[in-house]
């Protein structure tokens, strides 16, 4: 059964930093990779996917990895800013299924 | 990106009452939706898998006849949650696959939160 953790579970961080949240999971025979953010009692936007042969995916300030071999994923986001306060979720999605696997998501806190 | 529309954003209903959440696929169809339970401060856990015209499959531990899930569109999943009681007070998101796109991305609507009171 695959299962997906997040670390750390929650950062705060003075805006203008760069940080890295680290997503790992059990079994490497993913499809894909998927980082969503969720803004409190709000549904899930999807940020960034990384299909299985791919290495990295970026977009503006944000850019993701993945080692499929290690079982891990990175999201980096330069120049934090407070607008990119929320809960950051990785999911996986295997080979078997269509389902998502999620793990427990980083609350991230940037401050002014 | 695909859009996939959630309604209510928000129910109150009384102990014992049932209520329907919808689910549609906006712009284009969904032949397979995806019905997610969050609680306060947890990641999503997967309740079921929603077919197009034929029965959901539900993962171990969810109660398909409290939970019942209707796919009668490609653009529409139900789920209603029957006799409701206080501990059904979640977050509940479903997500659908644009297949037009390869079948890969999953994207969500905005989620219903339910409390039972």
């Keep these: ?70 079982g891990r994923s990175t999201l980096y986001i330069a120049a934090s800013q407070p607008g990119d306060s929320a809960t950051y979720l990785c999911a996986v999605r295997n080979n078997a299924g269509n389902m998502l696997t999620f793990g427990g998501g980083t609350r991230l806190m940037v401050k002014p | 990106g695909a859009v996939v529309s959630q309604h209510p954003s928000r129910v109150i209903c009384k102990s014992g009452t049932s209520v329907k959440i919808e689910c549609r696929s906006l712009d284009f169809q969904a032949t397979t939706m995806f019905w997610y339970r969050q609680f306060p401060k947890q990641s999503l856990m997967l309740m079921a898998t929603s077919n197009e015209g034929s029965k959901a499959t539900y993962e171990q531990g969810v109660e398909k006849d409290k939970f019942l899930i209707n796919h009668a569109s490609l653009t529409l999943s139900t789920l209603t949650v029957t006799s409701a009681h206080p501990e059904d007070s979640s977050f509940y998101i479903c997500s659908a696959r644009d297949p037009g796109v390869g079948n890969t991305e999953a994207f969500f609507g905005q989620g219903t939160r339910l409390t039972v009171v």
């Design chain 1, 1 to 70: 059964k695959q299962e997906v953790t997040q670390i750390p579970a929650a950062l705060s961080v003075p805006e203008g930093e760069n940080l890295v949240l680290n997503c790992s999971f059990t079994d490497s025979a993913i499809y894909n990779l998927q980082w969503f953010r969720q803004d409190p009692g709000k549904g899930l936007t999807s940020l960034l996917l990384i299909q299985s042969s791919q290495r990295e995916q970026t977009s503006g300030r944000l850019n993701a990895s993945l080692d499929k071999s290690s």
